[in-house]
T-cell receptor, first 113, second 115 residues
Framework: AQKITQTQPGMFVQEKEAVTLDCTYDTSDPSYGLFWYKQPSSGEMIFLIYQGSYDQQNATEGRYSLNFQKARKSANLVISASQLGDSAMYFCAMREVNNDMRFGAGTRLTVKP | ETGVTQTPRHLVMGMTNKKSLKCEQHLGHNAMYWYKQSAKKPLELMFVYNFKEQTENNSVPSRFSPECPNSSHLFLHLHTLQPEDSALYLC??????????????FGPGTRLTVT
């Protein structure tokens, strides 16, 4: 069975600094996708970034980048130049072909002014 | 309307009530999902529909009954719920569940409280 682990229940970062949110996963399938979502206090899950298992380069989307280390089965999210609006829950998720998406327990990020 | 919408946003119901949650997606997707998010627990996938056909039911109690009349609409019918069913219920859609690189788009959720 798939397993997604986010070891940091909570993280703090100073405004304008970078922060890394950890995610490790467990799968025996060579083809899978990795996703990060942001959930503000309003409740909606917002898709941030995607990394395919065969992608050669780390994914980037604006201030978000994914540090993908396939051999270590880790897919850490890096947020650069943190903003107060980045305060939220962040979820890592994985999806194998023909399987449903599975989510980690999440990391609560707080950006301090 | 764009994206995924859910109604109502908040719902308080007694254990003997019957209510329904509604989800609508305007993205042209063919797969829709119901998730349950309880405090301090990971998202739990409840039901999956692909082209209106239910493809997964993750051992959800029968007091939750899904309905998918077409690819754009998804309902969750609730009856005789328990207090532990209080949670945020999220609907999502994607282009299809069979390819790993299709992200899911979520609605804002319905915050359900069972008294």
């Amino acid at each position: 069975a798939q397993k997604i682990t986010q070891t940091q229940p909570g993280m703090f970062v100073q405004e304008k600094e970078a922060v890394t949110l950890d995610c490790t996963y467990d799968t025996s399938d060579p083809s899978y996708g990795l996703f990060w979502y942001k959930q503000p206090s309003s409740g909606e899950m917002i898709f941030l970034i995607y990394q395919g298992s065969y992608d050669q380069q780390n994914a980037t989307e604006g201030r978000y980048s994914l540090n993908f280390q396939k051999a270590r089965k880790s897919a850490n999210l890096v947020i650069s130049a943190s903003q107060l609006g980045d305060s939220a829950m962040y979820f890592c998720a994985m999806r194998e072909v023909n399987n449903d998406m599975r989510f980690g327990a999440g990391t609560r990020l707080t950006v301090k002014p | 309307e764009t994206g995924v919408t859910q109604t109502p946003r908040h719902l308080v119901m007694g254990m003997t009530n019957k209510k329904s949650l509604k989800c609508e997606q305007h993205l042209g997707h063919n797969a829709m999902y119901w998730y349950k998010q309880s405090a301090k627990k990971p998202l739990e996938l409840m039901f999956v529909y692909n082209f209106k056909e239910q493809t997964e039911n993750n051992s959800v109690p029968s007091r939750f009954s899904p309905e998918c009349p077409n690819s754009s609409h998804l309902f969750l019918h609730l009856h005789t719920l328990q207090p532990e069913d209080s949670a945020l219920y999220l609907c999502a859609s994607s282009q299809g569940p069979t390819n790993s690189n299709y992200e899911q788009y979520f609605g804002p959720g319905t915050r359900l409280t069972v008294t």
